[in-house]
C-alpha cells in the first residue's frame, strides 16, 4: 500500500530490524552525549552498517533530546537517528516523514520508495541524513488501551503538539550539523530538507520558521494547510454516507474505475495526444461534467446513480460551513481519481484491523479530534466511534476549533501546524538567505487538494510580483495520487534538480517522469520505457506533434 502515512511505519518495520540486524557493538562515532555537550541531548547509540541490502557502510547514531513529563502525565522525548555514511558527500539531508510520525524512520534520506529522489535513496549518495519522531512516540504503552486514536494522544499535550508541528525540526536541524561537524571534522557543504504528506509540511513550515539552516526544500504533496484538510474529512464521510448508509460501499472498485475512465476519455487528448494522462488540468475542468455519469432511466451499467454522484460533487467541492463559506478547498477533475491509493484514503482501505474502514474515517478522525481541535476531544478508538465522530462532526460548532486557543494551548492548530504566512505568502527570509524550494503534487492526490497548492502558489506569485519562480517551484503530477500511486509515471529525480539549482543555479525548467516498477497501477498498454516531462506550474506537457509520443523529447511545456 502506497500512502505517506501507511509507509512511514512499514518502512520502519521493514528497514529498521534488517538495517540493525548486521551493526557491530562498537561504537563507530566519536560524538558522546558528553563530546557533543548539548544540554538536554543524550546520544543512546552508536554503531557501524556494513554495506548491505543496497546501502552503503555507515555509521548509525541515535539519540534523545528534552525529556520530559507532558502536561498529559505522559513521558516524552523526541527521538532521532543520524545516518553517517563511509563516504561521505558533504551534504545533509533532513528526512521529515508522514502520517503523524510518532516512529523514528530509518535515516534514509527515503522518498516514496524512492520515486522523487529517481529510485536511490539520499544515503546511497553519501547524504548524512537524520530522521526523527517529532517529539512522541506513536507507539507508547501508556496510550494502548486507546485504540486507533493511540497515534494521535500525544494532542493532550501542548509541547507535544509544538513538537510535532515545528519545534522538534527547530531543536535537531542544529545538533544533527553539530554531530556531523564532530563526526566528519567540518560542517556540511549543503544542507536540505525533503519530505512528502505531512513530511511535505515539515518542509514549508521550516521554509518560512528557520529557511537560514536549509540550502534547498524538497515538498511533497504537502499537507501544509493540514488541519483545514483534516475537516475535509468529516466532509468526505458526511457525504458519502449519503451513497450508502456503509462508507464502505458507497464507491465501489468499479465504480472508482468508471469515474476515472471517463475523465480520461474525455480529458485525455488535450494535450495533444491520447496517452491516459491528464496533462492539461485546467482545460479538463471545462471539458467533463460528473453528471454525465448519472444512469439515464432504464440504464444500469455504465453509469452511477444519482446519490453516488452526488456525494462525489459534493466531496469534491470541499467543505463548507452553512453559510456557504470554504473551510478548506475543492478538488480538480484528474484520470487519476479513484485510483492509486485514492479508495483506501476515501471509502474503503485493505487494513483488516481497522474493519476496512478508510485512512481517514480511522488515523484522520483521530487526528482532527485529538490535536487539531482546542481543547482537545477525546473519541473513543474503535472504527465505528471514530466513523460517529466524524458523522456528528458540526461545520459551525466545531471546525473553527482549528484556529482557537486557551491557557493551556496557547498556540492554535493552524499556528503550530502551518506556515506562518500560510494564507499570505512571501518567503522574505528564504529569498533572502538564497534558498530554493521544489515543490512536487499528485493531481488526483485524495489527501490535500492540488489545488490549495495551486492557490498556495498563485498568491505567492502575486506578492513576488510575478517571479514566484526565483525561490520556488511548483510541479504536478498527472494521474498520481498521495506521494506516489495512480495511473502515473511517478518516478522522477526531483532530489537533483533541486541540488542543481541550489548548487549550479540551474533552475528546473522540467523534470523527466517514468514509469515506477513499484506502481502495479500502471497500464499494461504503455510502453515500459514511456517518459515524460513534469513542467513547472502553470505549464503543463504537451505533445510537439512530431516524434515518438512515448519519448518526454517530443514535449514541450505550455502554458494553458
Given at each position: 500500500?502506497?500512502?505517506g502515512l501507511i509507509s512511514t511505519a512499514a518502512l520502519a518495520a521493514l528497514l529498521g530490524s534488517t538495517a540493525l540486524a548486521r551493526a557491530d557493538g562498537?561504537?563507530?562515532?566519536?560524538?558522546?552525549?558528553?563530546?557533543?555537550?548539548?544540554?538536554?541531548?543524550?546520544?543512546?547509540?552508536?554503531?557501524?552498517?556494513?554495506?548491505?541490502?543496497?546501502?552503503?557502510?555507515?555509521?548509525?547514531?541515535?539519540?534523545?533530546?528534552?525529556?520530559?513529563?507532558?502536561?498529559?502525565?505522559?513521558?516524552?522525548?523526541?527521538?532521532?537517528?543520524?545516518?553517517?555514511?563511509?563516504?561521505?558527500?558533504?551534504?545533509?539531508?533532513?528526512?521529515?516523514?508522514?502520517?503523524?510520525?510518532?516512529?523514528?524512520?530509518?535515516?534514509?534520506?527515503?522518498?516514496?520508495?524512492?520515486?522523487?529522489?529517481?529510485?536511490?535513496?539520499?544515503?546511497?549518495?553519501?547524504?548524512?541524513?537524520?530522521?526523527?519522531?517529532?517529539?512522541?512516540?506513536?507507539?507508547?504503552?501508556?496510550?494502548?488501551?486507546?485504540?486507533?486514536?493511540?497515534?494521535?494522544?500525544?494532542?493532550?499535550?501542548?509541547?507535544?503538539?509544538?513538537?510535532?508541528?515545528?519545534?522538534?525540526?527547530?531543536?535537531?536541524?542544529?545538533?544533527?550539523?553539530?554531530?556531523?561537524?564532530?563526526?566528519?571534522?567540518?560542517?556540511?557543504?549543503?544542507?536540505?530538507?525533503?519530505?512528502?504528506?505531512?513530511g511535505g509540511r515539515h518542509a514549508m513550515v521550516a521554509a518560512s520558521r528557520m529557511p537560514e539552516n536549509y540550502d534547498g526544500f524538497l515538498v511533497g504533496?504537502?499537507?501544509?494547510?493540514?488541519?483545514?484538510?483534516?475537516?475535509?474529512?468529516?466532509?468526505?464521510?458526511?457525504?458519502?454516507?449519503?451513497?450508502?448508509?456503509?462508507?464502505?460501499?458507497?464507491?465501489?472498485?468499479?465504480?472508482?474505475?468508471?469515474?476515472?475512465?471517463?475523465?480520461?476519455?474525455?480529458?485525455?487528448?488535450?494535450?495533444?495526444?491520447?496517452?491516459?494522462?491528464?496533462?492539461?488540468?485546467?482545460?479538463?475542468?471545462?471539458?467533463?461534467?460528473?453528471?454525465?455519469?448519472?444512469?439515464?432511466?432504464?440504464?444500469?451499467?455504465?453509469?452511477?446513480?444519482?446519490?453516488?454522484?452526488?456525494?462525489?460533487?459534493?466531496?469534491?467541492?470541499?467543505?463548507?460551513?452553512?453559510?456557504?463559506?470554504?473551510?478548506?478547498?475543492?478538488?480538480?477533475?484528474?484520470?487519476?481519481?479513484?485510483?492509486?491509493?485514492?479508495?483506501?484514503?476515501?471509502?474503503?482501505?485493505?487494513?483488516?484491523?481497522?474493519?476496512?474502514?478508510?485512512?481517514?474515517?480511522?488515523?484522520?478522525?483521530?487526528?482532527?479530534?485529538?490535536?487539531?481541535?482546542?481543547?482537545?476531544?477525546?473519541?473513543?478508538?474503535?472504527?465505528?466511534?471514530?466513523?460517529?465522530?466524524?458523522?456528528?462532526y458540526d461545520f459551525d460548532k466545531d471546525a473553527p476549533k482549528i484556529f482557537t486557543k486557551d491557557a493551556t494551548f496557547t498556540e492554535s492548530a493552524m499556528?503550530?501546524?502551518?506556515?506562518?504566512?500560510?494564507?499570505?505568502?512571501?518567503?522574505?527570509?528564504?529569498?533572502?538567505?538564497?534558498?530554493?524550494?521544489?515543490?512536487?503534487?499528485?493531481?488526483?492526490?485524495?489527501?490535500?487538494?492540488?489545488?490549495?497548492?495551486?492557490?498556495?502558489?498563485?498568491?505567492?506569485?502575486?506578492?513576488?510580483?510575478?517571479?514566484?519562480?526565483?525561490?520556488?517551484?511548483?510541479?504536478?503530477?498527472?494521474?498520481?495520487?498521495?506521494?506516489?500511486?495512480?495511473?502515473?509515471?511517478?518516478?522522477?529525480?526531483?532530489?537533483?534538480?533541486?541540488?542543481?539549482?541550489?548548487?549550479?543555479?540551474?533552475?528546473?525548467?522540467?523534470?523527466?517522469?517514468?514509469?515506477?516498477?513499484?506502481?502495479?497501477?500502471?497500464?499494461?498498454?504503455?510502453?515500459?520505457?514511456?517518459?515524460?516531462?513534469?513542467?513547472?506550474?502553470?505549464?503543463?506537457?504537451?505533445?510537439?506533434?512530431?516524434?515518438?509520443?512515448?519519448?518526454?523529447?517530443?514535449?514541450?511545456?505550455?502554458?494553458?
Amino acid at each position: 500500500m502506497r500512502t505517506g502515512l501507511i509507509s512511514t511505519a512499514a518502512l520502519a518495520a521493514l528497514l529498521g530490524s534488517t538495517a540493525l540486524a548486521r551493526a557491530d557493538g562498537e561504537a563507530c562515532s566519536p560524538v558522546t552525549t558528553a563530546s557533543l555537550g548539548i544540554s538536554g541531548i543524550e546520544i543512546t547509540g552508536s554503531k557501524t552498517q556494513d554495506a548491505a541490502n543496497g546501502l552503503p557502510k555507515h555509521c548509525i547514531l541515535t539519540g534523545l533530546a528534552n525529556r520530559r513529563t507532558g502536561a498529559d502525565g505522559k513521558q516524552y522525548a523526541i527521538g532521532f537517528e543520524l545516518r553517517l555514511p563511509a563516504e561521505w558527500n558533504g551534504r545533509f539531508l533532513h528526512q521529515v516523514n508522514g502520517g503523524n510520525d510518532g516512529v523514528v524512520v530509518p535515516a534514509l534520506g527515503s522518498l516514496p520508495e524512492g520515486s522523487a529522489s529517481g529510485g536511490s535513496v539520499p544515503l546511497t549518495r553519501g547524504f548524512a541524513v537524520l530522521s526523527s519522531d517529532s517529539g512522541h512516540s506513536g507507539s507508547d504503552p501508556a496510550n494502548k488501551s486507546l485504540g486507533l486514536t493511540a497515534g494521535a494522544a500525544f494532542g493532550l499535550d501542548p509541547q507535544a503538539r509544538r513538537d510535532y508541528g515545528y519545534a522538534a525540526d527547530m531543536t535537531l536541524s542544529p545538533v544533527a550539523k553539530q554531530i556531523i561537524a564532530l563526526h566528519y571534522g567540518r560542517k556540511p557543504d549543503r544542507s536540505y530538507m525533503a519530505g512528502c504528506s505531512n513530511g511535505g509540511r515539515h518542509a514549508m513550515v521550516a521554509a518560512s520558521r528557520m529557511p537560514e539552516n536549509y540550502d534547498g526544500f524538497l515538498v511533497g504533496n504537502p499537507g501544509f494547510d493540514l488541519p483545514r484538510a483534516a475537516i475535509q474529512h468529516a466532509w468526505d464521510v458526511q457525504a458519502f454516507l449519503k451513497a450508502d448508509p456503509d462508507l464502505r460501499k458507497s464507491i465501489t472498485k468499479e465504480d472508482a474505475q468508471l469515474v476515472s475512465s471517463r475523465i480520461t476519455e474525455a480529458c485525455d487528448a488535450l494535450d495533444g495526444v491520447k496517452d491516459g494522462l491528464t496533462a492539461n488540468l485546467a482545460a479538463c475542468q471545462k471539458a467533463f461534467d460528473l453528471k454525465s455519469l448519472v444512469c439515464a432511466p432504464g440504464q444500469n451499467s455504465a453509469c452511477l446513480s444519482e446519490a453516488k454522484v452526488d456525494a462525489l460533487k459534493m466531496s469534491l467541492a470541499g467543505p463548507k460551513n452553512s453559510k456557504g463559506e470554504a473551510l478548506y478547498s475543492d478538488w480538480p477533475l484528474d484520470g487519476g481519481i479513484g485510483t492509486g491509493n485514492w479508495r483506501t484514503w476515501k471509502v474503503e482501505s485493505p487494513v483488516a484491523p481497522w474493519n476496512n474502514y478508510p485512512i481517514i474515517a480511522t488515523m484522520g478522525a483521530a487526528s482532527l479530534n485529538y490535536i487539531f481541535s482546542t481543547p482537545p476531544v477525546a473519541v473513543e478508538g474503535s472504527n465505528e466511534k471514530l466513523v460517529e465522530a466524524l458523522k456528528a462532526y458540526d461545520f459551525d460548532k466545531d471546525a473553527p476549533k482549528i484556529f482557537t486557543k486557551d491557557a493551556t494551548f496557547t498556540e492554535s492548530a493552524m499556528d503550530f501546524m502551518t506556515p506562518p504566512d500560510v494564507d499570505d505568502p512571501k518567503l522574505a527570509s528564504l529569498q533572502k538567505s538564497g534558498g530554493k524550494m521544489l515543490i512536487y503534487h499528485g493531481q488526483a492526490d485524495p489527501v490535500f487538494s492540488v489545488n490549495d497548492t495551486i492557490r498556495w502558489y498563485d498568491r505567492l506569485d502575486k506578492n513576488l510580483q510575478g517571479h514566484a519562480d526565483g525561490v520556488a517551484r511548483l510541479f504536478t503530477i498527472p494521474g498520481e495520487t498521495h506521494c506516489g500511486g495512480g495511473v502515473t509515471l511517478d518516478k522522477f529525480d526531483a532530489l537533483t534538480a533541486l541540488i542543481d539549482w541550489v548548487e549550479k543555479g540551474k533552475a528546473p525548467e522540467r523534470i523527466i517522469a517514468s514509469a515506477n516498477p513499484a506502481n502495479k497501477e500502471v497500464p499494461a498498454s504503455w510502453s515500459p520505457g514511456r517518459t515524460r516531462p513534469l513542467c513547472p506550474y502553470p505549464s503543463y506537457a504537451a505533445y510537439s506533434g512530431q516524434g515518438d509520443s512515448e519519448d518526454a523529447a517530443n514535449f514541450v511545456c505550455k502554458t494553458p
